[in-house]
């Protein structure tokens, strides 16, 4: 540089700089992103070196769980529960802490998509830690998207467009139910693979049919003294796992009564399981068959005319079929007999089987004995959410088949699917990909590029539930009617859009009565149109002078619920009076083994993607990154299978491969699966890992709509193959193996 | 001090055999010329390097290339999680390669500075190739530590060095100890390696033209032999082979502190001290005898200089430092198993039956069975082939032995939930990088440094000499010192 | 009962007498496994995930794990009471000692065993010399792929191949808890703030708090359940109680 450089010069090369930088990140593509912002003008809410907080919902499954989002210039950094929020109380799952896992996921959908079918969305190779995935880009516009959409709307007579939504029910299928109803389209259906494996349509027909309502049973765990569970994973992925597991924490350590006393019924000890006191493997088929020789005997051990239901069992016998010692069952009637806060609790793969409806219904009379129905410690009806007037459920598989029919015939010709992954949570049989190929245009909405999106025409990505304003209804596991509330706690990473904004501007465009249907702004706007009657409403837990304060209060708290219990006490006159036959369900297919299908509690049916997720160790076999398949050690050792040893799985409908764990909890006729690998797609961490035993299911369902996935039986194969399957555990350490022989 | 070495065979009648016989035997009693044998020595190393040289160079460079070179790069760049190190299994085969070197060096100060001191006088032609192992295979303990380092580029920070934080390294920790007393131990056994290297250097100055000439006069730091000369280098050399033994010995009681002073099951042992340091010498011996055999067989007139009787000592001490070791082993082992802590027991039952049982098991062959049967009979420890292999046998031996402490006993913990067996990676290739550098140093040595202290052998012949009492024929010993 | 200030650590009297400050009670009888804990820990503290090799050869780095064992033999079969295994803090650690570079130190003011990843060189001795086995080290720089590190806590470092690494009680959390407080001039509160995993735990198994405050809810859990430390022959003087129930 020139000793001639004068302050003047200095100046003028200063300016250029500072305005070259002003230039760079004012008009840089992601400007609207906080971070990329200069520190000096970050928007108000936002300061340096302090944390934001912002109260939303936990989308990662239905349940509804509140949120609060710490977030730092910009990025979200740590979801921690609602401390206010009456399901949660403060308190999350693993999965609603990978949350952030999924928002900031390296394989997302950045923007709008037009795709072939079954054209890659992101790059891939056999190892996913090392190397850059791209995602695909974006080619098409907003502008262009809303286009196709009005397209749509036009192009097709309204009964031939559907939507497939999510299990969650949240402000879009409110939305879309509100769109469909006023335009002649065909209703939204919501689905989800959890409910499928939760056997949510058996429990409330069988709750329904029982009490003579709608409505799905909630369990006071915490209020009991003894708990049956015959086969329900509350502490998993059960409906609402939070306010399960608080309950079972009433459970342990009531503070005014004594450690409760929890007993376990299934054929393959789950995480929930292995927390009972007793575990007692019964086999698989035999469940109403114990559940009503417990009836019979602890109404005996009461005393008073045997009721109905209970008339025709012979405990004896029913023990023997079992594979249980009557001294057990007896031990547990008088157990279940005297103590005061006695309950007994469906769920599984029971109801999973053909006489899945009446294994609950069995299970749930056992309530009548202590009359446990609307008390403390008992059965009660959940609360139905604020705005809610009816339990609405998701739908049951034998819909999905009715819909996949639907489409498969060509019906349908314009298919929005949204927060729902059909292609991986529906089991095989149901062939959707056939169907969906019928389809003329398939609509994904994915946040990420899954298997249905995969096959989709266009995607037209939704935000990530972090990103994004909405609500959901909480359907069960509080005593208080929650409507939860969502906003978003970051702006969106990408280029995506609410799918309310987008169908709006889509009706707009097509005018007419599209447009009048849904008459917002914004989604905020119809949001806020939904929330508003709820000011008026009595006992809500704030009160707001006006509507803006209470749309702020909504906001900040994560959303509105009662102060009062809103639980329903069940009609129960009837209950025991019906009869039941106690028969054996039918088992598909000619295999040696009975097959328990269970839902992965770490990865559940969406959390593949979430690497974090993926190193969590399963909570019974401490497994990670992998599927497997559990097997009796003996059963094993009768058939010279090994750890780890790769064995192929076949029913009558498919076969997968998977390798061998050898679980000393599992009885020796039965192998068990979990359900939550085998993507095809759905991002590096997810694409290729395992298998999904959903695909040996067959399409047969049981008298509420469940699929039978607790019903098969099936045959394994050696193959000769090894695969490892990482493990927390030490092998030598837990099970000796290496050790050497003594 | 006089030592008496009697012949077995000696009768009055035939005494010309019987001198005879023990020329033949007894480098001390078969003297040649000074001139003559100072220019066998030169010979040795001067001579013109063959085919077969440079081909040993070119593939040990190759292994010492990829194996410390690019395999360490790989480390340093990568991480450590190229290696088979894992939870609970820490420490993996660099911690083992750093006993077994660090175990390598002793023989060399055993042999010279112990035997100097207690004036053993069938040591004196192989002082030198046994000091040059403890210099050699204290640079490969060092190389295995700083390999075995997360940060090894951070690894000054373990140097007391002043700086303006004020941080010291914890001088709480075993390691630091160690890093103390290794460095101590390799500078003074490098110092111990040059005194008596000086005369030899001085001959080979005068002997020498060309480069040779400036290396060596350089080295010889002006070594002349006079008298005073001499008199400063006797009592220097006096001075430190007494001062480094007790230093020999620290060292290795020392490292084994890096496992006795930690609280895991196993390693908790007070009598892993000597216990370590017999393993040294049993390793280090062993090593000795294959060094000497090999450079016996490979280089120029160097069966004058190394003979039968040589292996013989070496095969005695073998024999009795095996004896040792399996003494100190039960030792260990017995107080152990008696104290019935559960996890010890759980570890000795590993050690035993686990996967690598066939390991323990094997260590015990070569290292007390093998011994014991072969080095009894004299001729067979006389044998160059026989002792190195014996010797090659203990050196794996001890090399289990360490690999059985270090991440064996590691793989079993106070947790179960996080045994874990270890598997070995990319430490096998810098293993070999380290053996490989070891053979080289000694494979570039041979050109440059004399590996006979020629001196040393010349004073003895000087002191030796047979002579007659009544009938018998006996070998006397002057003090010349 | 020590204070923080007259505590020094070479004066800490063994056993009973010891009385920590920070310190945890987990109640395993409620806990189930269900690894919302885990999840939560490596959120806060940008742990990585390593993938599927290094995970199956024990290179996890989270920074609590939970165990859980066999009892019996099938059908009488049950899995013990699930164990969540952490840092336990101790007293007299295992761990600092044997540092050469002192880069695991006991933090006077704190009463926790920290750990100093700038100045770790990778000895992994510590980690050899923990009975709990509780520290991970950092194999290789785990690949985090953008945007991911945008989740990563800017109050806590993020660490680089060759350094040890281990739960540290939330200390940014604490150090939050205890900034605040002293600007309001008083003195933190107990269950002001929590780790995460206690934070997040659904079935409240983990508590957090002062342990030399017998009004805590730590304290008063430890004693009502008998609380009992892990390994306490060995003198560790571990800060974390336990609860094994049935």
């Known amino acids: 540089m020139s000793k001639n450089f004068s302050r003047r010069d200095f100046l003028k090369l200063a300016g250029v700089g500072a305005t070259t930088t002003a230039i760079l990140t004012g008009c840089g593509p992601a400007s609207r992103y906080v971070k990329r912002e200069p520190y000096m003008q970050m928007p108000e809410y936002t300061y340096n070196g302090q944390s934001t907080y912002y109260a939303t919902t936990c989308r990662e499954c239905a349940a509804g769980c509140g949120l609060v989002v710490r977030t730092m210039q910009g990025r979200a950094i740590k979801t921690e529960g609602n401390a206010n929020h009456p399901l949660n109380l403060g308190k999350t799952c693993a999965r609603g802490q990978a949350t952030l896992h999924g928002l900031y996921n390296p394989n997302r959908v950045r923007g709008p998509i037009k795709h072939t079918r079954g054209e890659r969305l992101y790059a891939f190779d056999e190892d996913p830690f090392n190397g850059d995935f791209p995602d695909v880009a974006a080619n098409l516009s907003w502008d262009d998207a809303t286009q196709v959409i009005a397209d749509a709307l036009t192009k097709y007579k309204p009964n031939e467009i559907a939507f497939l939504m999510g299990a969650a029910p949240d402000h879009l299928f409110d939305f879309v139910t509100d769109f469909t109803s006023a335009t002649g389209l065909n209703a939204p259906i919501r689905f989800g693979a959890l409910s499928m494996f939760e056997a949510r349509a058996t429990l409330s027909k069988a709750a329904e049919n029982l009490f003579g309502e709608t409505g799905l049973p909630f369990f006071d765990i915490g209020g009991a003294e003894i708990v049956l569970s015959f086969g329900a994973n509350f502490l998993e992925t059960w409906l609402s796992p939070l306010p399960y597991t608080r309950g079972f924490t009433g459970l342990r350590e009531g503070k005014t009564k004594q450690r409760g006393y929890f007993v376990q019924f299934e054929s393959r000890m789950s995480q929930t399981g292995g927390k009972a006191d007793e575990w007692i493997p019964i086999r698989p088929g035999t469940e109403a068959l114990v559940a009503l020789a417990l009836g019979r005997l ?43 806060g006695a309950l007994a609790i469906p769920g599984g793969a029971a109801l999973g089987q053909s006489n899945g409806l009446e294994v609950a219904e069995a299970v749930l009379a056992l309530n009548a004995i202590p009359d446990n129905f609307g008390k403390r410690g008992g059965v009660y009806l959940s609360a139905l959410a604020p705005t809610e007037t009816e339990y609405h459920r998701p739908a049951s598989p034998k819909e999905m088949e009715e819909f996949t029919a639907k489409l498969a015939s060509g019906e349908i010709k314009a298919l929005f699917v949204h927060g729902v992954n059909p292609l991986f949570e529906l089991p095989k049989a149901l062939n959707f990909k056939a169907a969906l190929d019928k389809v003329e245009q398939v609509i994904s909405f994915a946040t990420f590029p899954d298997e249905t999106a995969v096959e989709a025409d266009y995607i037209f990505p939704d935000h990530h539930g972090l990103e994004s304003w909405g609500y959901q209804r909480v359907f069960t596991g509080s005593a208080q009617a929650i409507l939860s509330g969502a906003q978003p706690v970051v702006s969106p990473f990408y280029d995506t859009r609410a799918t309310v904004d987008l169908l709006l501007a889509a009706a707009q465009l ?100 979430k690497p974090w997720l993926q190193e969590l160790a399963d909570p019974t076999t401490t497994v990670m990154w992998s599927t497997w398949v559990e097997i009796n050690p003996e059963t094993a050792e009768e058939l010279h299978i090994d750890n780890e040893d790769v064995v192929k799985i076949i029913s009558e409908f498919g076969a997968v491969e998977a390798a061998v764990y050898k679980y000393p909890a599992i009885r020796p006729d039965t192998i068990a699966m979990p359900f939550g690998q085998g993507h095809t797609a759905y991002g590096r961490y997810a694409e290729g890992r395992g298998a999904n035993p959903a695909d040996l299911f067959s399409a047969e369902y049981n008298q509420a709509g469940d699929i039978l996935f607790g019903g098969l039986k099936v045959k394994i194969e050696k193959t000769g193959k090894k695969l490892a399957i990482p493990r927390l555990e030490s092998m030598m350490g837990v099970y000796g193996e290496g050790l050497g022989e003594e | 001090m006089a030592e008496k070495n009697k ?27 000074r001139g003559q044998m100072n220019d066998m020595v030169m010979e040795a190393m001067t001579s013109k390097p063959t085919w077969k040289y440079w081909l040993t160079v070119i593939i040990l460079g190759s292994i010492v290339l990829y194996g410390l070179g690019y395999s360490w790069y790989r480390l340093i760049v990568e991480g450590l999680g190229i290696a088979g190190v894992n939870r609970p299994s820490y420490w993996g085969i660099f911690l083992v390669n750093t006993v077994f070197w660090i175990g390598i060096s002793h023989a060399g100060t055993f042999i010279s500075a112990i035997l100097r001191v207690f004036k053993a006088e069938f040591r004196r032609p192989f002082t030198r190739i046994a000091e040059l192992m403890t210099t050699f ?15 090894a580029w951070l ?17 709480h920790s075993p390691l630091s100890w160690d890093l103390l007393a290794i460095t101590t131990y390799l500078l003074s056994s490098t110092m111990y390696l040059f005194l008596p290297l000086i005369p030899d250097l001085a001959m080979a100055r005068d002997k020498s033209t060309g480069w040779r000439k400036t290396f060596y006069r350089i080295l010889a730091i002006g070594f002349r032999g006079t008298e005073g000369e001499w008199t400063h280098l006797r009592h220097a050399m006096n001075i430190f082979a007494y001062a480094i033994i007790p230093v020999m010995f620290s060292v290795h009681t020392i490292v084994s502190w890096d496992f006795a002073a930690a609280t895991r099951p196993g390693w908790n042992s007070t009598i892993y001290g000597p216990y370590f340091i017999i393993g040294a010498l049993h390793s280090g011996m062993g090593a000795a005898a294959v060094v000497l055999a090999v450079v016996r067989g490979t280089m120029k007139n160097m069966t004058y200089f ?16 095996s004896m040792g070791w399996a003494y100190f082993y039960f030792n260990d082992y017995i107080v152990q198993w008696y104290g019935g802590d559960k996890w010890t027991k759980a570890l000795l039952h590993f050690h035993e039956a686990g996967p690598l049982g066939w390991m323990w098991l094997s260590m015990l062959i070569v290292n007390i069975a093998i011994p014991w049967a072969v080095l009894w009979n004299s001729k067979w420890r006389s044998n160059p082939w026989i002792i190195s292999i014996v010797g090659i046998l203990i050196n794996v031996g001890m090399w289990f032995e360490r690999y ?27 293993s070999l990088g380290t053996l490989a550098l070891f053979i080289l140093f000694y494979v570039i040595a041979s050109k440059l440094i004399p590996f006979i202290p020629v001196w040393e052998v010349q004073e003895g012949q000087l002191a030796h000499k047979l002579s007659k009492f009544g009938r018998e024929t006996v070998v006397t010993v002057s003090e010349l010192e | 009962m020590a204070t923080v200030t007259d505590l020094n650590i070479s004066e800490v009297k063994l056993s009973e007498e010891y009385v920590g400050k920070w310190g945890m009670f987990i ?81 006077q003011a704190q009463q926790l065993n920290l750990q100093v990843y700038n100045r770790c060189v990778g000895t992994r001795y510590c980690a050899n010399n923990c009975p709990y086995q509780v520290r991970s080290f950092n194999w290789r720089d785990y690949k985090r792929p953008e945007p991911l590190p945008n989740q990563f806590n800017p109050d806590v470092t993020v660490r680089q191949r060759g350094v040890m690494e281990k739960c540290t009680f939330c200390i940014q959390r604490i150090h939050q808890a205890e900034d605040k407080a002293r600007s309001e001039g008083r003195e933190v509160a107990d269950g002001e703030f929590t780790t995460a995993c206690a934070q997040v735990c659904p079935a409240d198994a983990i508590t957090f708090g002062r342990v030399d405050n017998p009004e805590s809810l730590v304290s008063q859990l430890t004693k009502q359940y008998e609380g009992l430390k892990h390994l306490p022959e060995l003198g560790t003087l571990s800060n974390v109680s336990y609860f094994k129930g049935g």
């Open chain 1, 298 to 340: 602890a109404f005996e051990r009461r005393g008073g005319a045997l009721p109905r239901a209970f008339a025709d069992v012979n405990p004896k016998e029913a023990a023997e079929k079992a594979g249980v010692e009557f001294e057990t069952l007896e031990r547990l009637a008088v157990l279940f007999a005297d103590k005061a």
């Open chain 1, 510 to 609: 097509v005018g007419g009565k599209f447009a009048g249907a849904v008459p917002f702004k914004d989604e905020v706007e119809f949001i806020q149109s939904k929330t508003a009657p709820l000011k008026n409403e009595a006992n809500g837990f704030f009160s707001a002078v006006d509507l803006p304060t209470f749309n702020a209060s909504f906001q900040q708290y994560g959303g509105w619920w009662k102060t009062e219990s809103a639980f329903g006490a069940p009609n129960t006159e009837d209950v025991l009076n019906r009869d039941f036959d106690g028969a054996e369900p039918e088992f598909n297919g000619e295999g040696e083994f009975y097959l328990v299908p269970f839902v992965s509690p770490t990865l559940a049916e969406a959390g593949a993607n």
């Open chain 2, 7 to 33: 012949s077995q065979a000696a009768h009055a009648h035939d005494d010309q055999h019987t001198q005879e016989h023990f020329r033949e035997k007894h480098l001390m009693l078969d003297p040649l010329p």
């Open chain 2, 137 to 151: 295979g204290l640079v490969q303990a060092g190389f295995s530590i700083f390999m075995h380092m997360g940060r």
């Open chain 2, 155 to 171: 690894s000054y920070w373990l140097m007391p060095y002043p700086n303006e934080r004020l941080l010291w390294p914890n001088f």
């Open chain 2, 306 to 321: 190394i003979r039968g009787e040589h292996f013989d000592a070496i095969g005695k001490l073998m024999l009795i430092i």
């Open chain 2, 404 to 430: 059985l402490i270090v991440p064996v006993s590691l793989s079993i913990n106070r947790m179960p939930f996080t045994w874990r067996l270890y598997i070995p990676a990319v430490e096998v290739y810098l």
């Open chain 3, 27 to 107: 109640n395993q009888d409620v806990c189930t496994g269900c690894q919302a804990c885990v999840a939560a820990c490596s959120m806060e503290n940008n742990i990585a995930f390593v993938g599927p090799e290094d995970a199956g050869y024990g290179r996890t780095m989270n920074w609590i794990r939970i165990e859980r064992f066999w009892d019996g033999e099938y059908p009488e079969i049950k899995m013990t009471s699930r164990q969540p295994m952490m840092c336990q803090q101790c007293g007299h650690a295992p761990c600092e000692p044997v540092c050469p570079a002192f880069a695991t130190v006991h933090s």
